[in-house]
């Protein structure tokens, strides 16, 4: 038997090129195949298609199209985030730029937990975590005027890891509160929070949080208060700059004021909204944003990147310390003396790809500007598709949108109708949109987040759905 060719070294990119002309036919043939952003027929139709094209796992003799049959019943049952009609999540449609340098790093498989592995990109990571995080705590929002936020950091002071997304973020904001303020740290959130950050308590053995009902959306900073006041062991206070159900934003300066008066720590989950940063005409809504002492941060949502592109920047690198290990093999000390950088202590995992080269591509290849104009155009879509529902008298909308996400419903009918117009457009593959429950009631979510959606494309959405809803 000859021996597969590798992916890397230099018969790799001959070797690769044939692939990936079968992948992207195959690719091409499963989208053909679906027709349209959701496999039709439901779990039980896409499962089956899924297991005759799988066939036997694991075969006596190796089947030389198992990558273009493999790839096409992937693509056929995928949902498909660039379709204007695939918006219930946040979940991007992955920039082409991004995607390719992703693939490069597949190639070239450095591993992020010591130097001798991924040199290149152990300092590509440093550079790019430290110019992030210093976008994080810039002290005023460009394109806005003076706010009341603390003073600027010398860039050195700030730093930020990759993570594997906002949960992994989180996870390590609330270890890291753990291990500088105290075993008894008590995590203070509103009902809006990710449930991750709970789930992380509840994991790192913290005490029950406190969970503050939020009936408006947002923690009420005068809530907050009483809660701060009640109790006597440190605190951990995490806001939310972009809700998940509702995309609404904490008032940040306000609970960044609390904490401040109460000595609580503060950490800020911006996994959604957190790409406002790169936008002059929305990143005064973060105002705020550069006083808390960890921020989340996901670059596969408003940032166009193919899973997974988390960060966690900190306002103080010295508070990464309780991540560091040793383990001889890999950060020995004589090494570390001798200018090998030690990359042990940047995650709790060992071996991670370089997520940030596509990070890295996407930065520099649009440029703030470029960037930027993404998420201003998803904003405005949002905005706009707000408007079209508030003009249907067959529709009620919930609220203008904060970011690109608006929740609405059929007007005058139950939370049980709401569902079934979801879950039939899910089975058809028509339109895949997300539900959430605000103001005690289900509401259909529409979260924008492709910025190639024409204003043709919003009014057939609402029309196939006005087309479902019972009569």
């Known amino acids: 038997m000859n021996t597969p060719p590798l992916a890397s070294g230099p018969e790799g990119p001959p070797s690769l090129r044939p692939l990936l002309d079968t992948v992207l036919e195959a690719l091409g043939e499963g989208a053909r195949a679906r027709g349209g952003p959701l496999p039709a027929g439901g779990p ?3 499962a089956s298609r899924m297991r005759d094209a799988l066939g036997d796992v694991l075969p006596d003799e190796g089947d ?3 990558l273009r049959h493999l790839v096409r019943a992937m693509a056929e049952g995928s949902a498909d985030p660039a379709d204007p009609f695939c918006a219930a999540h946040l979940h991007c449609p992955p920039l082409a730029v991004a995607a390719a340098a992703d693939l490069a790093v597949s190639v070239l498989n450095p591993s992020m937990d010591s130097w001798d592995q991924a040199p290149a990109a152990s300092e590509l990571e440093a550079l790019v975590t430290r110019a992030l995080a210093n976008e994080v705590y810039l002290e005023v929002p460009r394109g806005a005027g003076n706010c009341a936020t603390s003073p600027h950091r ?11 997304g906002g949960t992994e973020s989180n996870q390590l904001a609330l270890l890291l509160a753990r291990e500088i303020q105290g ?3 008590r995590l203070i959130c509103g009902a809006n929070a990710h449930h991750s950050l709970p789930r992380a308590a509840w994991l790192l053995g913290m005490p029950a949080p406190v969970i503050i009902p939020t009936p408006t959306g947002t923690l009420d900073p005068t809530t907050l208060h009483t809660a701060l006041q009640s109790g006597s062991a440190p605190a951990l206070v995490a806001a939310t700059a972009g809700t998940t159900d509702t995309g ?5 300066p306000e609970i960044a004021h609390l904490c401040a008066e109460h000595h609580a720590r503060l950490h800020i989950d911006a996994a959604y909204g957190g790409g406002l940063l790169i936008s002059d005409r929305h990143r005064a809504k973060l105002t705020g944003l550069s006083v808390a002492d960890t921020v989340t941060l996901d670059l596969h949502k408003l940032g166009w990147q193919p899973v997974a592109a988390g960060l966690l920047a900190v306002r103080d690198k010295n508070d990464l310390t ?9 950060n020995a000390d004589d090494d570390t003396e001798a200018g090998l ?4 202590g940047r995650s709790l995992r060992t071996t991670r790809r370089p997520d940030i080269l596509k990070i890295a591509v996407t930065l520099k290849t649009l440029g703030r500007t470029g960037l930027g104009a993404l998420v201003d155009q998803v904003c405005e879509q949002a905005r706009e598709f707000a408007q079209l529902v508030h003009d249907h008298p067959g529709f009620e909308l919930h609220e203008p949108p904060t970011i690109s996400t608006v929740l609405f419903r059929p007007a005058s009918t139950t939370d049980d109708a709401v569902a079934a117009v979801r ?3 899910l089975t058809d593959g028509r339109a895949v949109l997300g539900r959430a429950r605000a103001a005690d009631r289900l509401w259909l979510k529409v979260t924008l987040l492709n910025p190639t959606t024409r204003p043709a494309d919003l009014a057939g959405l609402l029309q196939l759905v006005e087309g479902t809803t019972p009569r």
């Open 322 to 330: 309780p991540l560091h290990q040793h383990a001889d093999y890999l």
């Open 341 to 344: 950088p030690d990359l042990l």
């Open 64 to 66: 030389p199209e198992a």
């Open 154 to 164: 010398p860039a050195a002071d700030n730093d930020a890891l990759v993570t594997t």
């Open 183 to 185: 075993p008894d740290v």
């Open 248 to 252: 609404q934003i904490d008032p940040l």
């Open 44 to 46: 039980g139709a896409v």
């Open 423 to 425: 879950r039939k457009l």
